[in-house]
């Protein structure tokens, strides 16, 4: 366990979520001490109050600063970190040209752990402590990935992709292979540590009807693990899915059919659902998870968040690398902030940052644990500098103090040049040269 260590900055962190409660929500100290000991926050409050108490007790001070929950990230392939930004195609064309064969490789072990190390590096580089992960189909490759989360001591949540059918046959498996691959996987690694599970079908078009009856059987032997896959993200997917699955009323019938809709599961996307899916997702606690960088670099459609917040639904924020192209959520909320005005819609800082920390969270009933500075909650923190660059500096200038334009500066203009640190489980993670 690291040891104790206090943090000095300007503290800021959600009790509540800004769209219902409004500024209430938001519980900010100008000078504040956060206190770290046994990867969990042990105190918080003015300075003026803690200092006095701590003795010899380390200090970092990140005066000026904002301190702030780890960012969660809800959907990201750490398999695809080298076919960001690969040029000129939609979803199903990029699946087959680059993602598939960059896939392939991490049948090899080793090539499974360098991978998963700099994913780790580069996640935590971004201020990100939390993340739903897909794997490759191959399990040694989950395996590479959560070593490499408990030697970095971050809570990720990971799960081995499941694929039996329309995938090259050197990424399938089968309905029976991956039930006993992913039923071993969880036993070894959900609660070991920080480590947690996700049941991870890529989508209907890649699962048979006994691969997703399988996955549903896992959830149901293991309800506390949790269910990711994609929804919704491109007009040629869909249409696929209504071809083979003739039966289904829409694309998320296939899902709520097999029994894999409910409060613990993430459906990536979720950009053109009908009334009716929409009603799905609400009646069964399942989330939403906007995309934004990835759905306009692959020229997939325009998340409508308003509609799905109005009828009910949980919505969560994520980077999709590596359809996505960037790991930072602070690029990917000002992406989103984008995406939302091309709608008519808004999306204010407030409600911005929510969404990375204790929103989340809360989508994925771990608000207990992460996404907010509370006592008892582990010490995921980062600490954040809205004069990073000269540009940025340049831009606060004609702030003047207001905090929500501070967060849109960070949201609209930062990158990892504006994470100053990351502490995990309250240590100060360090970036490889």
């Known amino acids: 366990m690291p040891a104790p260590r206090a943090l000095r900055g300007r503290l800021l962190d959600f009790t509540a979520d800004p769209a219902a409660a409004g500024s209430g929500a938001l519980r900010y100290i100008e000078d504040g001490v956060l206190v770290m000991a046994g990867g969990r926050i042990i105190d918080r409050g003015p300075a003026a109050e803690i200092l006095p108490d701590l003795g010899t007790m380390p200090i970092d001070d990140h005066a000026g600063r904002l301190i702030l929950p780890g960012f969660i990230d809800l959907h990201i392939h750490y398999p695809q970190s080298r076919v960001i930004g690969a040029f000129g195609t939609q979803l199903m064309d990029w699946l087959e040209r680059y993602t598939f064969p960059e896939e392939s490789r991490l049948a090899d072990p080793d090539v499974a752990a360098q991978m998963a190390r700099f994913f780790i590096d580069e996640l935590l580089a971004n201020g990100t402590t939390t993340a739903a992960v897909y794997g490759t189909v191959h399990a040694a490759a989950t395996d590479a990935f959560f070593e490499a989360s408990r030697q970095a001591n971050t809570r990720m949540i990971a799960g081995k992709s499941m694929m039996d059918r329309n995938a090259p046959p050197w990424l399938m498996d089968t309905a029976q292979g991956a039930y006993d691959s992913v039923k071993d996987l969880i ?3 959900h609660g070991n540590g920080r480590q947690m599970y996700v049941v991870t079908p890529r989508f209907a078009i890649t699962s048979t009807d006994e691969q997703l009856a399988a996955c549903a059987a896992l959830i149901g032997e293991f309800p506390d693990t949790f269910l990711q896959t994609h929804l919704s993200e491109n007009d040629k997917e869909i249409a696929f899915v209504r071809e083979i699955y003739p039966w289904a009323k829409n694309y998320a019938d296939v899902y709520r059919h097999f029994g894999l809709m409910g409060p613990r599961a993430l459906f990536g996307h979720s950009i053109h659902l009908d009334d009716s899916e929409v009603a799905m997702l609400a009646e069964s606690g399942a989330a939403a998870v906007f995309c934004p960088t990835s759905n306009t670099f692959l020229g997939s459609g325009l998340f409508d968040r308003d ?7 949980k919505i969560g924020l994520a980077t999709d690398v ?3 192209t960037s790991y930072s959520m602070l690029e990917t909320a000002g992406e989103a902030y984008k995406v939302l005005q091309l709608r008519r819609q808004t999306l204010r800082p407030l ?6 920390t204790r929103g989340n969270a809360e989508v994925l009933g771990l608000g207990h644990l992460i996404g907010t500075l509370e006592t008892g909650s582990e010490a995921d923190v980062v600490v954040l500098d809205a004069r990073a660059t000269p540009a940025m500096a340049h831009r606060m200038t004609a ?15 930062g990158d990892d040049r504006s994470v100053a640190a990351t502490y995990v489980a309250g240590e100060r993670a360090v970036r490889p040269r």
């Open 351 to 356: 409600d911005a940052f929510h969404m990375m």
């Open 187 to 189: 036993t070894r690694w």
């Open 399 to 413: 702030v003047d103090g207001d905090l929500e334009q501070e967060l849109f500066v960070l949201m609209i203009m």
């Open 307 to 313: 509609r799905l917040a109005a009828g009910g639904v």
């Open 322 to 324: 590596g359809g996505g």
